[in-house]
């Protein structure tokens, strides 16, 4: 492996700071489940979770490595309003109504993280104060819009448009003549939030397995025969499975490996710093993110670092330094950090859907083999309210589901030989329409 992909693993802020750490078994066994997870991600347990709640227990999670190996262990922990894009994309598919549910049920996610942190008395650091960030008057315009709809979705939490010199209030940055300080929205330890919803999972009756790959998937005849996975020391036999492996599913399954494509975030956490200087940066001690195509987007932690992320603007590469990279675009926001050490950096894959949309649903031909992928570059809060559609779904069924499922996914041919070309032509075709959809 070359050195720039190696970088993408080093050490995160995550597991350097993780309040649990479980450890689960390796699967040495051949179990039979009512329904079998790929993937110990916040996909794999917060739908088998949700399923539990439902009285549906007898599940096995399946992960090739530890829980939270994937984005779930490395993003940048940012707990937003919505699926992070415009939901309008969709509208042709859904309609006007079906647009309208899709906008009620995407800003659902907070209060699910929120309800499930204090349901199971997890500790994830979550704190409260989101802000999304505009550079000049077009982005403004959207804004305005952005805050109207916020309010009238979510009447019970702060949320107000600040402009010029009132920007100042919720962050110390020149950078910005706008923003919305959503005081419902707000930062999580995603890896924390992860392994406390596992335990949460374990009690009800949940297995999980780690260090267990999924090398095999044999369907029976029929669309509801019964599945059969294997990894290289056990099986697992279930009448449903749920393939949830996002940017790491690896063709494991061609029908729906083909309905996605990889880019690559990059994250760093500077060195704690001092309350000063965290007062001066945030004074809501909050999670920020542009409305550029193409984000930024940080937050403060618990330990008074800054974490900051973002992913190339145009040209799909991954840089050679990840600590010069990032820090360079965070001093274009805060210059006065210039001193500041950069203490970790690290990086991932994003699994994207052409019209950037989540995507659940089954296999062609089988009512029982699930999915859900392609949350295109957010996850955290989207995949808490899509798999609770999805688990729906998986049990009894919902209009929602049913919406949401039938949204067409588009095939990405040549998505491994082409993927640079492609990533940067469709990066370089999302900035443009940003300057028709108030984004830039
Ligand atoms: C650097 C970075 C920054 C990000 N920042 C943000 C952010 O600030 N806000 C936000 O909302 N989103 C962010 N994201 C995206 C978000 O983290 C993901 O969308 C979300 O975590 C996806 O969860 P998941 O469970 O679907 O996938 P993952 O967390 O990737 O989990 C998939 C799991 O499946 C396992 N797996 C794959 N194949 C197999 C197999 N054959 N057998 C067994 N297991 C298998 C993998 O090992 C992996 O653990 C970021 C992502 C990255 C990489």
């Given at each position: 492996m070359d050195q720039s992909l190696r970088q993408l693993d080093a050490l995160n802020y995550y597991t350097a700071t993780r309040k649990y750490d479980p450890s689960f078994p390796r699967l040495e066994a051949d179990l039979d489940a009512d329904v079998v997870v790929i993937g110990g991600g916040f996909s794999g347990i917060n739908t088998s979770l949700e399923l539990a709640e439902r009285g549906i227990t007898n599940i096995v999670v399946l992960e090739s490595r530890y829980l939270g190996y994937g984005g779930t262990g490395r993003n940048g922990g940012q707990v937003m309003a919505g699926i992070g894009h415009d939901l309008e994309l969709i509208k042709r598919h859904v309609g006007t109504a079906g647009l309208e549910t899709m906008f009620k049920i995407a800003n659902l996610g907070a209060g699910i993280i929120k309800a499930r942190i204090e349901k199971y008395g997890i500790d994830a650091d979550f704190r409260h104060g989101y802000g999304y960030m505009g550079f000049n008057r077009r982005q403004e315009k959207t804004l305005r819009a952005w805050c109207a709809e916020f309010k009238a979705i979510d009447p019970d939490n702060q949320i107000d448009l600040l402009v010029g010199a009132e920007v100042r209030q919720m962050i110390g940055s020149d950078a910005y003549s706008c923003g919305i300080r959503h005081m419902g929205g707000g930062h999580v330890h995603s890896l924390n939030l992860l392994c406390g919803e596992a335990l949460a999972l374990q009690s009800l009756g949940g297995r999980i397995f780690e260090n267990s790959q999924v090398i095999a998937v044999e369907y029976g005849r029929g669309s509801d025969a019964a599945v059969v996975v294997r990894t290289s020391q056990g099986s697992v036999r279930a009448r449903k499975i749920l393939f949830?492996?996002?940017?790491?599913?690896?063709?494991?399954?061609p029908a729906i490996d083909r309905k996605t494509i990889n880019t690559y975030a990059f994250q760093m956490a500077t060195e704690p710093l001092s309350d000063e200087l965290i007062l001066r940066i945030s004074p809501i001690r909050g999670a920020y993110s542009d409305i550029r195509p193409m984000i930024d987007y940080y937050r403060v932690t618990n330990e008074n670092r800054l974490l900051f992320g973002a992913s190339t603007d145009y040209i799909e590469y991954i840089p050679g330094d990840l600590k010069a990279w990032n820090r360079a675009r965070m001093l274009k926001i805060?210059?006065?950090?210039?001193k500041v050490k950069i203490d970790m950096a690290w990086g991932g894959p994003l699994c994207c859907s052409a019209n950037l949309f989540p995507q659940i649903g089954t296999l062609p031909g089988r009512d029982n083999a699930f999915f859900v992928q392609g949350y295109s570059g957010f996850g955290v809060t989207p995949s808490h309210i899509v798999c609770k559609v999805l688990a729906e779904g998986m049990s009894e069924g919902s209009a929602r589901y049913e919406l949401m499922s039938s949204i067409p996914h588009m095939n990405i041919f040549g998505k491994n030989a082409l993927r640079r070309p492609m990533m940067s032509a469709g990066k370089t075709f999302h900035q443009l329409s940003g300057y028709f959809n108030g984004r830039r």
């Open positions: 949830a492996c996002n940017a790491f599913l690896d063709g494991l399954e805060f210059p006065y950090l210039d």
